[in-house]
């Protein structure tokens, strides 16, 4: 490396975010127990999923970018339950 | 009763006949929602623009270039007030392997000064200034507001949209549904039925301060000016490409890529990022740039053939939405479809209620002003470019043949003489397995349709 990355928390700490009390995506982590691709732990940009050593999937909604990226590459029937945020909660871009 | 905007959300049905509060709801104030709006509040009817973030395009990103030439219908002489970071006068494309680059870099002048072609500009003020301008002509913007869901006749026919506000239904005789890439509305309206699904990739961008002068001094431009490069052979045989673009004190690069191809190389987003950042192409350009955001974004780039229905009873789908990115090599471009596409949605919502008739039938000049357009011109002609691009040759095979071609071209080898082109093609062929049935394949596919 020719010189520094961010370190994620870091990189995070550039978004702006306005966070809801209601989770807007819940992750039911008896449903991933059983994954065998864990395809958002890969793929969620803002890397929300992190699997816990019990074989589940940890997830927090609080720095969600909305792209819908997990909802997309989940394989898990019914493993996520996805919405928007509502209204005027949840990431707010400045440059986008 | 839906709550909240997500997948699986049903529509709620209106026995009473509705009241028709508004002429025109328009959902989510892109580009494409904005533009719509703008035409029907100039043609002197009642139309509300909800936006579910706290301001228009807080919840948007992009590669960074906004092509303009769509504006010339919508906003007169709009140069002179599009919120623009720089110019584009000089465009790339580079291909990559790991340690090699080639590139094709074209400038030219004549996009640095009116009517212009491309700009750089941040979303939020791009997106807030078309807002805007749908403002100053009557339009009214709701920011902070979810649409959870559709309002229908018991005749199926699309009459408003229910919002998470406290009494929050708003009824309409269109609904124009600019809701982005995961259109939850189009789903529930149905128009995707029996069309492929998830033709998605994800984009991840950071956005990097430099100081203006060595942005300048690197990029080699001036005043206003900008540079858009285009990277193929970046993202480690994932399907997906690059970008990396000149603001005026900052530079955006990011990645293009299939999200499923993460998990199956057991890499993250940011890391292929990183990677480019490091290539030696690249290094020298974005070199200490502070980041001040890091964004992600889903992008549509399966092309026509994975576009949804357009017109509905009392409901049309413009932008993101309708799949309208055009991803297809040397072309990445989405806000002008989105803009064409509102605009012409805008258009036949008024044509609709002035005949008294936003039926799917009434609804339909749409159709025709897309497919008359460059809208569904350019689509259709190109429907075959993102297989294409985004398969395994052109992705990984491709790129290690030109920069090996390249470099046996321009390597000095003597006192051996220098090889002919021929004789190089098929050497360099071999090494990389590229069977020459499947070159002509391709080529002729390419040629087809960008011939």
């Known amino acids: ?55 589940g999937i940890l997830f927090n909604y609080e720095q969600c ?32 | 009763m839906a709550e909240h905007a997500g997948p699986g959300t049903r529509s709620a049905v209106i026995t009473a006949p509705p009241q028709r509060e508004v002429d025109v709801v328009v959902v989510g104030a892109g580009p494409a929602g904005s533009a719509a709006a703008l035409e029907v509040a100039r043609a002197g009817h009642s139309v509300v623009l909800l936006e579910r973030g706290p301001y228009p395009g807080a919840k948007n990103v992009y590669g960074g270039v906004v092509y303009g030439r769509v504006l010339d219908e919508l906003v007169p002489r709009w140069w002179e007030q599009m919120p623009v970071q720089r110019w584009v006068t000089r465009r790339s494309t580079m291909i990559m392997t790991p340690t090699q680059a080639l590139t094709v870099d074209f400038r030219t002048q004549a996009w640095g000064g ?35 869901g559709l309002l229908r006749s018991a005749e199926g026919a699309v009459v408003g949209v229910r919002t998470d506000r406290p009494d929050g239904d708003l009824t309409a005789k269109v609904v124009i549904a600019c809701d982005g890439v995961n259109s939850f509305l189009a789903k529930e309206a149905g128009m995707f039925a029996g069309k492929p699904a998830g033709h998605v990739t994800l984009g991840v961008k950071e956005t990097l301060r430099l100081p203006r002068e060595v942005v300048d001094e690197r990029f080699g431009v001036t005043g206003r000016d900008g540079v858009d490069i ?61 980041l001040l955001e890091y964004s992600a974004h889903l992008i549509p ?30 072309w990445l471009e989405g806000v002008n479809f989105a803009i064409g596409a509102g605009m012409y949605a805008g258009r036949a919502a008024v044509d609709a209620i002035r005949a008294k008739d936003t039926s799917k039938a009434g609804l339909a000049s749409y159709r025709r002003m897309l497919d008359e357009s460059f809208v569904l011109g350019d689509h259709r002609k190109l429907r075959r470019v993102p297989g294409l691009v ?53 080529a002729l596919t390419g040629v087809r349709s960008f011939g």
């Not at chain 1, 010189?3 to 995506?25: C, L, N």
């Not at chain 2, 399966?302 to 789908?317: C, E, K, R, S």
């Open chain 1, 1 to 55: 490396m020719s010189y520094g990355q961010p370190a994620f928390d870091d990189r995070m700490s550039t978004v702006d975010f306005d966070v809801a009390e209601r989770a807007h995506i819940t992750v039911d982590s008896e449903v991933c127990r059983s994954c065998r691709t864990t395809d958002c732990v890969y793929a969620c940009p803002a890397k929300l999923f992190v699997p816990t050593s019990d074989g």
């Open chain 1, 65 to 96: 970018f909305e792209c819908g990226t997990c909802y997309q590459v989940c394989s898990g029937n019914g493993a996520l339950s996805w919405t928007y945020p509502d209204g005027g909660h949840g990431v707010a871009f400045r440059k986008g």
């Open chain 2, 114 to 148: 009116p009517p212009y072609n491309g700009a750089t500009a941040h979303r939020s003020d791009l997106d807030g200034w078309l807002a805007g301008l749908a403002e100053k002509e009557g339009a009214v913007v709701v920011p902070s507001t979810v649409a959870t």
């Open chain 2, 230 to 290: 285009e990277i193929l052979g970046c993202t480690g045989g994932i399907p997906g490409g690059g970008f990396l673009y000149t603001n005026l004190d900052s530079v955006s690069v990011g990645v293009v890529v299939d999200p499923h191809g993460l998990a199956a190389r057991k890499i993250r987003p940011e890391e292929l990022v990183a990677e480019l950042k490091r290539h030696p192409a690249v290094e020298p350009l974005v070199r200490g740039g502070e």
């Open chain 2, 301 to 330: 780039e399966g092309g026509y053939d994975t576009m949804p229905d357009l017109v509905g009873d009392g409901f049309l789908v413009a932008g993101d939405a309708a799949a309208m990115c055009l991803a297809a090599g040397i």
């Open chain 2, 390 to 442: 985004l398969g395994q040759r052109v992705q990984q095979d491709y790129p290690a043949l030109l920069c090996d071609l390249a470099q046996g071209l321009f390597h000095v080898d003597n006192p051996r003489p220098k090889p002919g082109l021929f004789k190089l093609m098929r050497r360099v062929m071999k090494w990389h397995g590229i069977k020459a049935r499947d070159l002509l394949s391709d």
